[in-house]
């Protein structure tokens, strides 16, 4: 018996983001598209890094980008483009089961009738570091994390003019846990936005803590010139540019020739 066609809503949406990818490296662009409970469409696009082991599979990227907008009801993945093995790790850790169309998977109550495309944007916190950095402590509250129970948020001040928020997304394979930094740059790129002016970030358990290495070099790569505005408890936030956070960083400019 034929598998029944893939909702046309799923495959439009993810054509229409597909040109967002990162892929410089390997042009193999790929979009992925999460469907929430009632039908919401949270999509996420490949975003490739020089070190490509920090690359970040779209159906990652579409996950975590739910997961910081407070919605962790996910019920179904549609992926367009070559699909990693690590993605169906990731949607079994989600509750999710491959259906019987290829790139996608479903939750076992199925999933709903795809509605509308997710607005990933989050209130503008008002003018200065330190409101930036509370914005980052709320976000933190939507972490997903079953692993380490430290929670860490972190917002993005974006080319429009608006905020994306990251939190951090956990899973049994630690390899394939996503940074608040990271998930918050992913978002960006799935929207086709470039990051403008700055990055707060707020672990709320360690103030005083600083971006992982991962993150500094997807920060290097994907917003050299924000500054990034780390919380330091009673004191006012930190802020240092990726340059220096990250000295001699990789760049990859004589990869993908
Ligand atoms: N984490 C971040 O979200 N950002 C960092 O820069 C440091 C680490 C998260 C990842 C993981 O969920 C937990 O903190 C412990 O590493």
Known sequence: MAAPDIPSELTEVASHFQQNARTP????AATAIVVLSDGTLVPGVRVESASFPLTIPAALNAITTAVASGRKDIVGLYHQGAVPPSTTVLAAGFGLSPAAQGGVWSSPSG????????DPYIRAPEEG??????????VAERAHIPESNFPVGAVLQTESG???PGVNVEHPDWASILCAERNA??????????????MALCCPKAPGASPCGGCRQLLAELAPGIVVWMDQGASSPLGMTPAELIPLAFSGDSLGS
Request: proline share 5%; aromatic share 8%.
């Open 111 to 118: 999933m709903p009738a795809p509605g509308n495309v997710i």
């Open 129 to 138: 570091t330190a409101a930036a950095v509370e914005a980052a402590r709320e």
């Open 162 to 164: 608006r905020w994306l």
């Open 25 to 28: 490296f390997s042009r193999r």
């Open 185 to 198: 740059l992913g978002t960006a790129v799935t929207f086709g936005e470039r990051s403008r002016s700055m």
